[in-house]
């Protein structure tokens, strides 16, 4: 089992940034792999960026690319989401998720059926 808790939401205005951290517990840390999504009102669920074990490798959604940053510290247990230059359409509730793996995959994984443990989301609103 593998418990998360994100942190790290609110209300900010367009250009402005925030750092969401999702801190996990429960099981090895180093040998999950970690993602992003978020939801909209109204909308489904949808990918935002993900990592790899010991952080080898991230894929980030082209609607957040070079604004938004995956990374992780093991150390901590702790996965992050550096979000820039932030844009009304970025308001949505996010979501960590964990897939366990096995230390040295260097795989990232995309879809929300590949995840078996989800955080139960912080809400980020930007206001135009």
């Known amino acids: 089992q593998v418990q998360l808790v994100e942190s790290g939401g609110g209300l900010v205005q367009a250009g402005d940034s925030l750092r969401l951290s999702c801190a996990a517990s429960?099981?090895?840390?180093?040998?999950?792999?970690m993602g992003w999504f978020r939801q909209a009102p109204g909308k489904e669920r949808e990918f935002v960026a993900a990592i790899s074990c010991l952080g080898s490798n991230t894929y980030h959604v082209d609607s957040v690319k070079g604004r938004f940053t995956i990374s992780r510290d093991d150390a901590k247990n702790t996965v992050y989401l550096q979000m820039n230059k932030l844009k009304p359409e970025d308001t949505a509730v996010y979501y960590c998720a964990a897939r366990n793996t096995y230390w040295s995959d260097r795989s990232y994984y995309t879809g929300p059926n590949e995840y078996s443990y989800w955080g139960q989301g912080t809400q980020v609103t930007v206001s135009s």
């Open positions: 429960g099981r090895t840390f180093s040998s999950s792999a």
